[in-house]
């Protein structure tokens, strides 16, 4: 007589027992909200967290790129405020190895006014070959040209400031600034109207509503800084590794000067977006915690009700091991499938992030997201793939974890206990 071959582990026989375990009878309904409320939970949980680490590193890298494509990774500045050697110094530091180029530039501080209104802004004169060569600046135009930019006397502003002082490109404004030329009576300001030559948006609030380029040559006669400039900026080809080209930048600038990254720079902001970060993380991760706890209390109350279809079971041959699998595979299911519910939800909301505040704003009649708190004039979202892999992987070993306790009291029942009063 052939002998009965036994099912082996996670057998179709545990998956359909499972699998009717999570569609219960209409009496059982409390559990099957339960266990809707525990999906939910780690979907919405799993999908909160791509989205906020999305939105954060997106914040990072949008910061990053537009504040070291106006400022530069590495900036040597003048001790005495200038800089005379500028050519000379900026072939030496774009012969180091790694360096991209080395940018002098003339910067100062300006009111600036028109018919309409006045306001501060900040100078910054540059060649129009280096003008061109900035990210931050290159393919940013909204109204103008750069052609020509060297030769001419226009000057280049920001959208926003544009805007605020109600001009466009043709028109007229005037810097005023306090370092003018000296008198019998001291030092008169320096006031001169430049045509504006073009617009430019670089999506940075700070950067659109406060900077004007004017070509190097009328930013040192302005400014009464001839042949000489304020600082250099340099970029290198790794800017996160910048501390290590300081020594080489020091030394090929061999003379007067200060030298400040990036990093020091802005030290103080990206560490408070990092700290940020990392506590939204956890914040969010409770959510996952609580939803996997969900599943504890929703298994624990459908082994209690399951008690005597466990204990006939086993008395038909089922091994403690099987009702755990089942048990096991019913709980996991939730987790599972809420987790990658999420991880669909997460990418498709961070696809779409753009148009979903946009119609938010339009429907709230509120401006969701201000860029003149933000910086930026749009949501960025930038998904890491090993950030999302972690969130999920996270996600299913907590709901995983969850059905442990529960799978294995079902394995500990007793048949005779469970059958005695039935």
């Not at 790129?65 to 001790?79: N, Q």
């Not at 209104?117 to 060649?127: F, Q």
């Not at 959208?159 to 028109?171: E, N, Q, T, Y």
Request: with cysteine; proline share 5%.
């Amino acid at each position: 007589m052939e002998a009965v071959r036994e099912p082996g582990a996670f057998s179709a026989f545990e998956w359909l027992v499972s699998w009717r375990y999570l569609r219960p009878r209409r009496k059982e309904g409390f559990i099957s909200v339960i266990a809707g409320f525990s999906f939910l939970g780690i979907m919405l949980g799993v999908a909160a967290l791509i989205i906020v680490m999305a939105v954060m590193n997106g914040f990072r890298a949008e910061l990053l790129g537009k504040i070291l494509g106006y400022s530069g990774h590495v900036v040597a500045v003048g001790v005495d405020g200038e800089i005379h050697d500028f050519d000379a110094m900026a072939t030496r530091l774009r012969a180091i190895d790694g360096v991209v180029t080395a940018i002098p530039y003339v910067e100062g501080q300006v009111m600036v006014s028109s018919p309409q209104t006045a306001g501060g802004a900040l100078v910054r004169g540059m060649r129009e070959a280096d003008l061109q060569s900035l990210p931050s600046v290159r393919g940013t135009l909204r109204a103008g040209t750069l052609d020509g930019f060297d030769e001419g006397e226009g000057i280049a502003v920001g959208s926003r400031l544009a805007i605020k002082l109600g001009v466009a490109v043709g028109d007229k404004i005037t810097l005023i600034s306090p370092r003018g030329p000296e008198t019998p009576f001291g030092v008169a300001p320096q006031v001169r109207a430049y045509p504006i030559a073009a617009v430019f948006q670089v999506g940075m609030s700070e950067i659109d509503a406060a900077v004007v380029f004017m070509p190097m040559a009328e930013a040192q006669d302005y400014f009464q800084v001839e042949d000489a400039v304020t600082a250099i900026e340099i970029l290198v080809a790794d800017p996160d590794s910048v501390e290590r080209y300081v020594p080489a930048i020091v030394e090929a600038a061999s003379g007067p000067v200060r030298v400040s990254t990036w990093q020091e720079t802005n030290r103080v902001y990206f560490n408070a977006l990092q700290v940020e970060r990392n506590v939204m993380f956890l914040i969010l991760t409770l959510i996952v915690l609580v939803a996997a706890l969900n599943i504890v209390s929703g298994m624990i109350m459908l082994v209690k009700d399951k008690g005597s279809d466990i204990a006939i079971l086993r008395t038909m041959g089922a091994t403690r091991g099987s009702i755990m699998r089942i048990f096991l595979l019913a709980g996991a299911a939730i987790g599972v499938v809420g987790t990658f519910a999420g991880f669909t939800l997460g990418i498709v909301f961070c696809a779409n992030i753009e148009s979903i505040r946009r119609f938010l704003s339009w429907l709230t009649n509120t401006e969701l997201f201000s860029p003149e708190l933000y910086f930026l004039s749009q949501l960025p979202a930038k998904v890491e793939p090993q950030e999302v892999v972690t969130v999920v992987v996270m996600a299913l070993v907590l709901s995983l974890s969850a059905t442990i306790y529960p799978s294995w009291r079902a394995a500990r029942l007793d048949p005779v206990e469970a059958l005695r009063y039935e």
